[in-house]
């Protein structure tokens, strides 16, 4: 069981829309904001402090008057928000996309590449890669709110490491086009050998290329090592903030 508090602007309205998620027990409204001063606000006097100070500077909870609890959930609920999996060969994003995918009750958008290739009956091309992107793409319109086993940073590199080029359209559509945030997996794990895989000798360098590429989008990732549950463990640490994320810097 989990306790968590939301912000919102209405608390009869969002209670209401709260009760009706499944696997919420109870629902409970109250004041989260303002002085040290204001023992037992009203309604009145937080809509005054409210629209006198500016909405970041105003603690989310923790103050002193904060009244009543919050949603409680058997699980932590993450803000609707695309969050992508991203590492060289071998590292486990799939494995840790669908764990991450049941634990919060998220959509996991499968890694359509490597189904692409496993298809072919003879080496991909520029524009089997091309095809591939241009799924990633329409993927992306579709799930505003999931978990990517995969993201278009490996298809860029992908197409710079084997061909030396890549689509035009393809810088257009990601400067446009963001995720919200990054779960980048370390090359901690034993490589394993497969078919479709050809990249067990350079892993660390495509990691330090995938996390270059990463930081110059300026949207904020978190670096995940650690072998069997202790991996899922620290992704979920980084998700439910008890590790602090990397703001990724961008040029």
């Not at 009706?20 to 904001?33: D, H, L, P, S």
């Not at 058997?74 to 799939?94: C, F, N, W």
């Not at 394993?192 to 892993?203: D, K, L, P, T, Y």
Request: proline share 4%; with cysteine; hydrophobic share 35%.
């Amino acid at each position: 069981m989990s306790e968590i508090y939301f912000a919102g602007g209405c608390f009869w309205g969002t209670e209401h829309f709260f009760k009706q998620i499944k696997g919420v027990i109870n629902t409970e409204t109250g004041f989260a904001n303002g002085s040290d001063d204001i023992k037992n606000p009203t309604y009145e006097q937080v809509s005054r402090l409210s629209r006198q100070t500016p909405r970041w500077l105003l603690p989310l909870a923790n103050s002193t008057i904060q009244m009543g609890k919050t949603t409680k959930t058997d699980t932590l609920v993450i803000q609707m928000s695309r969050i992508a999996l991203i590492g060289p060969e071998s590292v486990g994003k799939s494995t840790l996309a669908g764990q991450l995918g049941s634990r919060y009750n998220k959509p996991v958008v499968d890694e359509y590449a490597r189904t692409y290739v496993e298809a072919l009956d003879r080496p991909y091309t520029y524009n089997d890669v091309e095809i591939i992107m241009q799924q990633q793409m329409d993927e992306f319109d579709r799930f505003s709110d999931a978990f990517f086993d995969t993201d278009m940073i490996i298809t860029k590199v992908w197409f710079d490491v084997v061909y030396g080029r890549h689509p035009a359209l393809l810088d257009l559509w990601m400067a446009k086009h963001k995720m919200d945030f990054y779960l980048l997996l370390q090359p901690d794990i034993k490589w394993e050998s497969q078919a479709v895989r050809e990249n067990g000798n350079n892993r660390r360098q495509l990691y330090e290329t995938y996390r270059r590429e990463i930081e110059q989008t300026g949207i904020p990732y978190a670096e995940i090592n650690g072998i069997g549950v202790s991996r899922l463990e620290n992704a979920i640490a980084v998700l439910e903030n008890r590790l602090t994320p990397i703001k990724a810097r961008k040029g």
